[in-house]
T-cell receptor, first 112, second 113 residues
Framework: GENVEQHPSTLSVQEGDSAVIKCTYSDSASNYFPWYKQELGKGPQLIIDIRSNVGEKKDQRIAVTLNKTAKHFSLHITETQPEDSAVYFCAATPQGNNRLAFGKGNQVVVIP | DGGITQSPKYLFRKEGQNVTLSCEQNLNHDAMYWYRQDPGQGLRLIYYSQIVNDFQKGDIAEGYSVSREKKESFPLTVTSAQKNPTAFYLC????????????FGEGSWLTVV
C-alpha cells in the first residue's frame, strides 16, 4: 500500500517568514494529494489539495507543489502568522479510491 | 449548520466494556469513514462505507464494528476485543468514494481505564 512520510517533524519559524513542509510517497499510482491543518483537540481541516495533472496550486498565502518524478509534494506557507501554528498532515491516495494514506504530521510553531 | 457531528466529545469507559461513538452528517454525502489518531501519529483508517448498507474494513478494523443503516449516520462500536482503544477517533465523509475531498468531524476522545 501507499506509504507517506513527512519531514521535518517539527518546524519553528519567525512570524513573517516562510515555512515549507515536504512529503514523499511510495505509490506512483497516487494521484490526489491533500494537506490538512489540525489544531489541538480538533478535527483536521482541508487547506489545499493538488491532483497529479497539476504541478502547482496556490491559494493566498498557501501553495502546494508536486514532483511526480521524485514522488514528493510540498506545502509552502508565506508570511506566516501565529494562527498558522498547528499540526499539518499530508496525504496521498491512488486513483480509484478515497483511502487516504496520511503522513505522521508536522508541528509548525510560528514565533511572534 | 451543515457538517459532520460527532458525539460524545469525551468518553470514559472501563476496560472490557463496549462503547459506541456517534457520527452524523447532513452534507448528503454517500461515503463515510472512521479514522483513529494516536499521539504523534498520522490517521489510520478503521472502516469506510461507500453507500448505505455497505461497509469495508480499513487498515486497523480488528476490535471495531460499524453499521450504515442510514445515509447520514455511521456509528462506530469499539468492542472489548480492541486491545488498545484509548485514542482520538475521527469521522469523515465525502460526496462519493472515488476522487472527492474528504471532510472531517471534530473528533471524539475515548479513554479506557
Amino acid at each position: 500500500g501507499e506509504n507517506v512520510e513527512q519531514h521535518p517533524s517539527t518546524l519553528s519559524v519567525q512570524e513573517g517568514d516562510s515555512a515549507v513542509i515536504k512529503c514523499t510517497y511510495s505509490d506512483s499510482a497516487s494521484n490526489y494529494f491533500p494537506w490538512y491543518k489540525q489544531e489541538l483537540g480538533k478535527g483536521p481541516q482541508l487547506i489545499i489539495d493538488i491532483r497529479s495533472n497539476v504541478g502547482e496550486k496556490k491559494d493566498q498565502r498557501i501553495a502546494v507543489t508536486l514532483n511526480k518524478t521524485a514522488k514528493h509534494f510540498s506545502l509552502h506557507i508565506t508570511e506566516t502568522q501565529p494562527e498558522d501554528s498547528a499540526v499539518y498532515f499530508c496525504a496521498a491516495t491512488p486513483q480509484g479510491n478515497n483511502r487516504l494514506a496520511f503522513g505522521k504530521g508536522n508541528q509548525v510553531v510560528v514565533i511572534p | 449548520d451543515g457538517g459532520i457531528t460527532q458525539s460524545p466529545k469525551y468518553l470514559f469507559r472501563k476496560e472490557g466494556q463496549n462503547v459506541t461513538l456517534s457520527c452524523e452528517q447532513n452534507l448528503n454525502h454517500d461515503a463515510m469513514y472512521w479514522y483513529r489518531q494516536d499521539p504523534g501519529q498520522g490517521l489510520r483508517l478503521i472502516y469506510y462505507s461507500q453507500i448505505v448498507n455497505d461497509f469495508q474494513k480499513g487498515d486497523i478494523a480488528e476490535g471495531y464494528s460499524v453499521s450504515r443503516e442510514k445515509k447520514e449516520s455511521f456509528p462506530l462500536t469499539v468492542t472489548s476485543a480492541q486491545k488498545n482503544p484509548t485514542a482520538f477517533y475521527l469521522c469523515a465523509s465525502s460526496i462519493s468514494a472515488v476522487g472527492n475531498t474528504i471532510y472531517f468531524g471534530e473528533g471524539s476522545w475515548l479513554t479506557v481505564v
